[in-house]
């Protein structure tokens, strides 16, 4: 009996997105990951009063919380991507706050900084955003946009570094910031629909789908387009078995060794795939998987591709019971341009057999829940 396994990254579900030209930074602020912000506190654990809201929020996920305490400060700040500028350009802060009970100063900062000979960047003074420098905000306040047009800053300067401050008792939360060019719109989500032109690969035509990205993937003609590494690893075309066709490609996998196909298929990344292969194991101890190694338009590699870090996929393990199926329906980044997939067993005992390995593009309107 042939069994199926399922798998849908839903990740890249929503439609991709890109930032607008122009906008210089954007936060969403419902997280640190990878936004390059941190709580100023950061070199001495945290301050303990940074916090992402999901209840008190204005767009998307969450917003970010900062708790005061009487005769204290606490700030979260751009420490590791401040926004590149020139002063030549002027610029609009944006930002959406509310307030409740601050006792002190609920305030936005900007500083400047610039290059100086013999060094390598130093503050050269915070940037006006009112006529007391800061934006301060009001004690208390239910959700409001502040748009602070940035006419002015400081000779010489090249980044500004972005500050969400509170000074004393009470509440604030702050939620879609963003440092653009004046005259540009920033919605909510900070994102634009991405263009054709941002997306690198191929295009395919919906009407003429290819059924397979992959070249000799049912293995009738050997090894043809596979390469097999390292070379001499305890595997092979076996054509006693096949699910269909002639032949098969058998690994006999050895403890504390691995060995691994891989195939390199040109992809159209405005699309999701359904990638997908089928087993058969005898005395398997360990596991099969697949990793998948996408390369952007230049042939550089972007990293593992997998959802939270998981980047094994098609997971087989244990005896089966004659065929199975392992099915996987993702989408790629907009500027991946081909695909490596590599089917491999690592410190594994036992032999595993695979056939009909597939990469088939699914039509632009294809949403996770219609998964064939």
């Not at 009112?130 to 400081?154: A, F, G, I, K």
């Not at 295009?203 to 387009?225: I, Q, T, Y």
């Not at 195939?263 to 990638?275: C, E, S």
């Not at 491999?344 to 949403?367: F, K, N, Q, S």
Request: aromatic letters at 12%; proline letters at 6%; hydrophobic letters at 40%.
């Amino acid at each position: 009996m042939a069994l199926c396994m399922l798998v849908a990254l839903v990740a890249g579900a929503a439609a991709q997105t890109r930032l607008p030209e122009g906008v210089r930074h954007y936060w969403g602020c419902d997280k640190w990951g990878g936004s390059g912000w941190r709580d100023e506190a950061w070199d001495a654990g945290g301050s303990g009063r940074i916090h992402f809201d999901p209840q008190v929020k204005r767009h998307g996920p969450a917003s970010l919380r900062l708790d005061g305490l009487a005769e204290s400060g606490v700030a979260a700040l751009s420490l590791e991507q401040p926004a590149e500028v020139t002063t030549e350009k002027q610029y609009v802060l944006q930002v959406w706050a509310k307030t409740a009970g601050v006792r002190g100063s609920a305030q936005v900062r900007a500083l400047a900084h610039g290059p100086q000979p013999g060094e390598m960047y130093r503050p050269l003074g915070w940037v006006r955003l009112s006529d007391q420098t800061h934006l301060v905000l009001p004690p208390d306040q239910d959700w409001t946009r502040y748009r602070v047009p940035v006419d002015t800053l400081p000779g010489g300067t090249t980044r500004v570094f972005l500050y969400l401050h509170l000074e004393g008792e009470g509440t604030a939360w702050f939620d879609e910031f963003s440092f653009a060019e004046a005259g540009v719109e920033v919605p909510l989500g900070g994102q634009a629909p991405l263009r054709d032109e941002d997306y690198a690969g191929e295009r395919f035509d919906d009407a003429d789908l290819p059924g397979n990205l992959l070249s000799n993937g049912g293995f009738e003609e050997g090894l043809a387009v596979w390469q097999l590494l390292p070379a001499d690893y305890s595997a092979q075309v076996d054509e006693t078995v096949a699910r269909n066709g002639k032949a098969s490609f058998r690994f006999d996998a050895r403890e504390l060794t691995g060995g691994y196909l891989w195939q390199r298929a040109r992809i159209d990344p405005r699309r999701y795939y359904r990638l997908s292969l089928w087993a058969r194991t005898e005395g398997l101890v360990g596991y099969f998987f697949t990793h998948l190694l996408p390369f952007n338009r230049h042939g550089v590699p972007i990293g593992w591709h997998g959802a939270n870090h998981a980047s094994e996929h098609h997971y087989v393990t244990g005896k089966t019971d004659g065929w199975e199926e392992r099915v996987l329906v993702t989408r790629f980044a907009p500027e991946v341009a081909s695909v490596v997939i590599y089917p491999r067993v690592e410190d594994t005992i036992g032999t595993v057999w695979i056939d009909d390995v597939e990469i088939r593009p699914l039509p632009l309107d294809y949403a996770p829940e219609d998964a064939p």
